[in-house]
């Protein structure tokens, strides 16, 4: 790890990736104009008129290759290669939220305390979490512990310095991309923070089972190929994920089916262990965010299963959106 000498004014771009995120576009776009250096936004063949929105407000615009494989990865790397040598600091996020007015000058002034400090996040919350039970569960996710973290989610401050001595976004991957950027830079010595501020406003836009269900599933994916890529000690990252999922999702689903076609005695018991399960989140959780808790092990073993089948191919799939 190499720590640039802190400075006083650095210089503060902004990535934005999107598709046809129409208005939400424009408000995330506006909210990071008056304090950004260069602003770039990242199209993945829009047909909404985004390009030329952004356009209209003086916003560069890279328009990704399509004829490649879509995901978040590879279209944030398009928006670093813009930046190709400057220094100072970028906030990567999705066009689908918006920046809270005091996010930029307390993460930056952050990154100029700690210059250890590579990723700085803050708390993203859900726009309209009563608009659902699956916004809900989004805006509970997004609460992370503040202080030093393992990894950031979407929308972060970074160096640039550092981003670039990792190569950026591993490209290939279908979500879980900041996680296993942020191992990569752990392993170099730089440290990940999330901090006590308000960062940005996300509109999940989920108000159907289905929605949620894909999130999940996409979920299990990305937790067995962090696992297949970085699942070796010391990190075993993601590895405890695949195994809940595989393990509340498939073995014991399985344990039941059999145990019910030989009668066995023993399917009371594997059964009485959801509701135990149940019983044990609800305090933390509450009783509806457990039960979703719960029963998402199922889409996030159909995950690893794809993902595990993928991979006996040579495979890997397209993203998985939700939205």
Sequence with gaps: MTVSAPNSAPLISAVVIGRNEGARLLACLASLQPQIHRLIYVDSGSSDGSTKAAQALGVEVVALDMSLPFTAAR??????????????????????????????PQAAAFLQQHPEVAVVCGRRRERFAEASIYNQLCDAEWN?????????????????????????????????????????????GWKIWRIDAEMTLHDAQMTRFGQWWKRSRRAGYAFAQGA????????????????????????????????????????????????????RLSPRMGLRPAWFSLLGKFAECAGLAEYCWDRVRGKNRKILEYK
């Excluded at 190569?167 to 991957?173: E, I, S």
């Excluded at 970085?230 to 073995?251: F, K, Q």
């Excluded at 689903?253 to 023993?266: D, E, H, K």
């Design 75 to 104: 279209a944030r790397n398009a928006g670093l290669d813009r930046l190709q040598g400057e220094q100072g600091f970028v906030q990567l996020i999705d066009g689908d939220c918006e920046v809270d007015a005091n996010w930029i």
């Design 144 to 188: 992370t512990p503040i202080g030093e973290a393992k990894a950031c989610g979407g929308d972060a401050l970074m160096r640039l310095e550092a981003l670039r001595a990792v190569g950026g976004y591993r490209a290939d991957l279908i979500a879980g991309e900041e996680p296993e950027m942020c191992l990569r830079l752990r392993r170099e």
């Design 228 to 279: 297949a890529l970085h699942g070796a000690s010391p990190e075993r990252h993601w590895v405890t994920e695949t195994r809940r999922a595989l393990l509340w999702g498939g073995v014991l689903p399985l344990a039941l089916l059999l145990g019910t076609v030989a009668i066995s005695p023993w399917v009371l018991l594997v059964a009485g262990l959801y509701p135990l399960q149940l019983l």
